[in-house]
């Protein structure tokens, strides 16, 4: 709308110069001053308000605010949301502690319904040892399925109950899936699928039945020379029901980068052959379908080299776009992390870190450019890292990242994009809980409204909510504006013109 008032300022100010002087040496009665008076607000009002209207329309974020803080070492958040625009939030904590439980991970979790978040709630232990590559996906009924392994142990599985588990009774206790391997991601659509890698490179499929039973595996791939994955897979279940799944890897300890593609268009059953799609300095970070049915992949190149680039298929993945930079190399380095998320009007999302990891920034494609980035971690110091972000109701901006390992940030804005509806989460099937005589409840505290203003979106972003100034309102608005405008000036050239 800015560009409206742009292209009609010439006009406005010819016809307000001249017809202010015309009046002023017109007598100066009653009706001439509040002509005058009219004239100069609807000035005032075009070029005050239209501007105003315009950064509505733009992303804007909130301040970002501090969710969890602890002695712990905190490691690999995740976030995810259902059909009903909630969000779940998890992440794995160390314990260090000194005793019996030194060295004890536990998987913390946390919803966000409306504009609150619950309090984090310790779901599920983890066996001894350091444990990460926690990844999850939510099925139809609202509920989430998480698989967590990091290198040198078994991929973990395990799923709630029902949508409202911020219980540990309301989770299936943790069940082995894999002997050793080096991290795994799971997808549901109408089954539930896991991909992960083991400790000699080989890449494997399971189709898991919801107790964790496998109904089906079989080796897909063989990563090329002795690479091995460096962060869990990225997989998602595309619209067509096509898996697509893209690998990071690395030569150990500290050799060449890589990041593999394949796909099963038969709900896993057969998989092509891997494919490399990146330059060995680079490493996929994230993976994602557009409404047109492309796929878009996120890299971030490693410390030395820097820059963040993106690659798209427009054929289902079977040929891909040469790299387009995000942010150019001197912009920062370093495999710190990020994450892709799709709006109603089909742009593309990107959060990733900057400046040595200093920074969280935000970035948006729309089909043709990445706009400049624009930093979320405001008056955040430290290292940040693991960032994710996710989209809700349309145009709802979420994202979060770990700080200096002790520490998980969450930040929120709005998108210039439709605000959508949440279609709601299918009610859950009855179904009989798996007996857990072992499990102590842990009974979760809810985050007061009083830091209401941390968690609720500023004035500035609330003017994009939909039954309010939305694109198709602010041209209505800015058509009203000019045509009473260009009323009063009729009128008033009409009244001189009979003098």
Not at 271 to 278: C, D, G, K, Q
Request: negative net charge.
């Amino acid at each position: 709308m800015s560009d409206l008032y742009t292209r009609l300022e010439p006009a406005i100010l010819h016809i307000w110069t001249t017809d202010r002087v015309r009046l002023l040496k017109w007598n100066c009665n009653k009706r001439s001053i509040i002509l005058i008076w009219i004239l100069l607000v609807l000035r005032l009002g075009i070029e005050v308000v239209l501007p105003d209207l315009a950064i509505a329309q733009g992303s804007t974020w909130n301040q970002p605010v501090q969710l969890h803080s602890t002695d712990n070492d905190v490691y690999d958040p995740i976030l995810l949301s259902d059909e009903s625009g909630r969000l779940h939030l998890f992440w794995n904590e160390v314990i260090e502690e000194v005793g019996e439980s030194a060295g004890q991970s536990q998987i913390y979790y946390m919803v966000k319904d409306e504009d609150t978040w619950s309090g984090p709630v310790d779901v599920l232990s983890l066996p001894k040892g350091f444990t990460n590559g926690l990844r999850g996906s939510v099925d139809k009924y609202g509920r989430p399925f998480l698989v967590v392994g990091g290198v040198n142990s078994a991929l973990q599985y395990s799923h709630a109950f029902h949508p409202d588990a911020l219980t540990a009774l309301e989770w299936q206790p943790l069940k082995g899936l894999t002997d050793l391997q080096v991290g795994g991601e799971i997808s549901i659509g109408n089954a539930i699928h896991v991909v992960y890698g083991d400790i000699e490179g080989q890449i494997n499929y399971l189709r898991l039945e919801e107790n964790g039973n496998v109904k089906s595996s079989q080796v897909i791939a063989w990563l090329p020379g002795n690479q091995l994955l460096i962060r869990p897979p990225r997989m998602i279940l595309a619209g067509d029901g096509t898996l697509h799944v893209v690998l990071p890897a690395i030569t150990p300890p500290d050799g060449d980068l890589g990041s593999y593609y394949l796909r099963s268009a038969d709900s896993g059953e057969s998989w092509t052959e891997l494919t490399s799609i990146s330059h060995p300095d680079r490493l996929a970070f994230s993976l994602a379908e557009d409404s047109s049915g492309h796929l878009h992949v996120l890299f971030a190149g490693r410390a030395g080299a820097g820059g963040r680039y993106h690659i798209v298929s427009e054929d289902g993945g079977k040929s891909w776009s040469d790299p387009k930079p995000i942010t150019l190399p001197e912009k920062g380095s370093g495999l710190s992390g990020g994450d892709y998320a799709l709006d109603s009007a089909n742009h593309l999302h990107a959060v990733f870190g900057l400046a040595n990891d200093a920074i969280v920034v935000h970035s948006e494609f729309n089909g043709a450019n990445w706009s400049d980035f624009e930093v979320i971690s405001q008056g955040v110091s430290g290292t940040l890292e693991k960032m994710e972000i996710e989209i809700t109701q349309g145009n709802r901006l979420h994202a979060v990242w770990q700080n200096d390992h002790n520490s998980i940030w969450y930040a929120e804005g709005i998108a210039d994009a439709p605000s959508v509806k949440p279609e709601g989460i299918i009610p859950e099937p009855s179904s009989e809980r798996l007996p857990q005589a072992s499990l102590v409840e842990a009974t979760p505290e809810q985050v007061a409204a009083v830091p209401t203003a941390p968690y609720s979106l500023p004035d500035s972003v609330l003017q994009a909510q939909p039954d309010e100034v939305t694109g198709a309102t602010s041209l209505l608005i800015a058509t009203t504006v000019s045509l009473l405008f260009i009323g009063l000036v009729i009128t008033l050239r009409y009244l001189l013109n009979r003098r």
